[in-house]
């Protein structure tokens, strides 16, 4: 998948609980994103961040934080204030050609 | 806006070839893409194509871009059970600092 790492694969939480996935890449680029996707559907933007210390709110980013302190590194913290957070989770980083590289994902369960 | 629509189910026999088609609409595409995806596992990029070329050819995989009529397909040849999987078509706007717009996703099934 490219050198980007998401952990854990699988995550489970109580309601009302914020949790955060963790998103890394070795691949030096400067931009990364996260997504949703839920069973069947295509891919939402939840948060990008184009360069350290600088992030853009995506299609749903409604109960939903993120932070990019490091270029390496770009975590997201999904808050008890997400009405519906079970899902699939997707990161990714732009190469030179606005193409993007994505994890392997991390599936949450909120029950 | 921008949009980008494919068909949500495509079903082929193994050996025969898969085409699975995107559109999209806006004409200021820079690069548009085929991102291959197994179940429970992230996006895999398969290919992209510049918007002034009209075919790329890799191994089993030919992309068409027709720009006129913003229409962008994936063939893949000699179709194998491993090619079972989700597909999705993404474009590039002009300007390369804004995400990708993605289709919505084509699932192949291929039948041995």
């Known amino acids: 998948d490219g050198g980007i790492t998401q952990s854990p694969k699988y995550l489970f939480r109580k309601e009302g609980q914020n949790v955060t996935l963790s998103c890394e890449q070795n691949?030096?680029?400067?931009?990364m994103y996260w997504y949703r996707q839920d069973p069947g559907q295509g891919l939402r933007l939840i948060y990008y961040?184009?360069?350290?210390?600088?992030?853009q709110k995506g299609d749903i980013a409604e109960g939903y934080s993120v932070s990019r302190e490091k270029k390496e590194s770009f975590p997201l913290t999904v808050t008890s204030a997400q009405k519906n957070p079970t899902a699939f989770y997707l990161c990714?980083?732009?190469?030179?050609?606005?193409?993007?590289?994505f994890g392997p994902g991390t599936r949450l369960t909120v029950t | 806006g921008e949009d980008v629509e494919q068909s949500l189910f495509l079903s082929v026999r193994e050996g025969d070839s898969s085409v699975i088609n995107c559109t999209y609409t806006?004409?200021?595409?820079?690069?548009l893409y085929w991102y291959k995806q197994e179940p429970g596992a992230g996006l895999q990029l398969l290919t992209y194509?510049?918007?002034?070329?009209d075919m790329k050819q890799d191994q089993r995989l030919t992309v068409l871009l027709n720009k006129k009529d913003k229409h962008l397909s994936l063939r893949i040849a000699d179709t194998q059970t491993g090619d079972s999987a989700i597909y999705f078509c993404?474009?590039?706007?002009?300007?390369?600092?804004?995400?990708?717009?993605f289709g919505k996703g084509t699932r192949l099934s291929v039948i041995a």
């Open positions: 194509i510049f918007s002034n070329m």
């Open positions: 990714a980083a732009r190469g030179t050609e606005n193409e993007q590289y």
């Open positions: 961040s184009q360069i350290v210390n600088d992030f």
């Open positions: 691949l030096n680029h400067d931009a």
């Open positions: 993404a474009e590039s706007i002009s300007g390369g600092n804004t995400p990708l717009v």
């Open positions: 806006d004409s200021s595409s820079t690069y």
